[in-house]
C-alpha cells in the first residue's frame, strides 16, 4: 500500500510561491499522483494530476522526479482563498484494483 | 458544484441505531467512491464501486456495508453505531475505474450521541 508523508503545516504570504512536497517511496509502476484542495466542511477538490516529469495548469504546477519517490504541488502567487488543506494522493496500483491512499495533508495558511 | 449530490446533509442518531447515506453520482460516472473524515483519523478511504460491482476495498469496518445500484447512485449502511462514527462522509465519483479525477459531494455529518 503506497503511503504518503506530508508536512503538516505551512504559512505563507499573499502574492507569494508555495511548494508543498509529498513523499511517497513505495510508490508502484501503475500508480499517479493526485493532488487535492479542501476547504472546512466541504469535500476535496481536484487541483492536478500526474505521472513524471512536470504538469501544469491553470492553477498549479506538479513537479515529479525521475525517482518518483516524492512530488511538489507548486501554487504560483498564492491569495488568502488558497487557505485549506492540500491532499496528496498516490493510487496504489495492483492491476484491477486502485486502493486510495490519502495523505496525512497539508494545511496552508496565508496571511495578507 | 462538483454535480455528485449526497443525502442527508446532517444526521444525528444514537448508539447503537443503523443509518443509510446516498450518494448519486456525476452524469456519466460509473465510479462512486466512499470517504470518511474524522477529525483523529483524517481522510479515510472506505469503499469503491465501480458500474455496480465492487472494486476496492480500504479501511472499512464489518459494521459498514455499501451498494451501488443499476442507477449507479450508491447507499452507505452503517450499523451498530458508536460514538467514535460520527464523522463528514463524502462521497466521490468518476468516469473510470481507475485512479483519476474524483468530484466530491458535499458530504453527509453524522453525529452519533
Known amino acids: 500500500l503506497a503511503k504518503t508523508t506530508q508536512p503538516i503545516s505551512m504559512d505563507s504570504y499573499e502574492g507569494q510561491e508555495v511548494n508543498i512536497t509529498c513523499s511517497h517511496n513505495n510508490i508502484a509502476t501503475n500508480d499517479y499522483i493526485t493532488w487535492y484542495q479542501q476547504f472546512p466542511s466541504q469535500g476535496p477538490r481536484f487541483i492536478i494530476q500526474?505521472?513524471?516529469t512536470k504538469v501544469t495548469n491553470e492553477v498549479a504546477s506538479l513537479f515529479i522526479p525521475a525517482d518518483r519517490k516524492s512530488s511538489t504541488l507548486s501554487l504560483p502567487r498564492v491569495s488568502l482563498s488558497d487557505t485549506a488543506v492540500y491532499y496528496c494522493?498516490?493510487?496504489?496500483?495492483?492491476?484491477?484494483?486502485?486502493?486510495?491512499?490519502f495523505g496525512t495533508g497539508t494545511r496552508l495558511l496565508v496571511s495578507p | 458544484d462538483s454535480g455528485v449530490t449526497q443525502t442527508p446533509k446532517h444526521l444525528i442518531t444514537a448508539t447503537g441505531q443503523r443509518v443509510t447515506l446516498r450518494c448519486s453520482p456525476r452524469s456519466g460516472d460509473l465510479s462512486v467512491y466512499w470517504y470518511q473524515q474524522s477529525l483523529d483519523q483524517g481522510l479515510q478511504f472506505l469503499i469503491q464501486y465501480y458500474n455496480g460491482e465492487e472494486r476496492a476495498k480500504g479501511n472499512i469496518l464489518e459494521r459498514f456495508s455499501a451498494q451501488q445500484f443499476p442507477d449507479l447512485h450508491s447507499e452507505l449502511n452503517l450499523s451498530s453505531l458508536e460514538l467514535g462514527d460520527s464523522a463528514l462522509y463524502f462521497c466521490?465519483?468518476?468516469?473510470?475505474?481507475?485512479?483519476?479525477?474524483?468530484?466530491f459531494g458535499p458530504g453527509t455529518r453524522l453525529l452519533v450521541l
Open positions: 494522493l498516490v493510487g496504489d496500483g495492483n492491476t484491477g484494483f486502485q486502493k486510495l491512499v
Open positions: 500526474g505521472y513524471k
Open positions: 466521490a465519483s468518476s468516469v473510470g475505474s481507475v485512479i483519476e479525477t474524483q468530484y
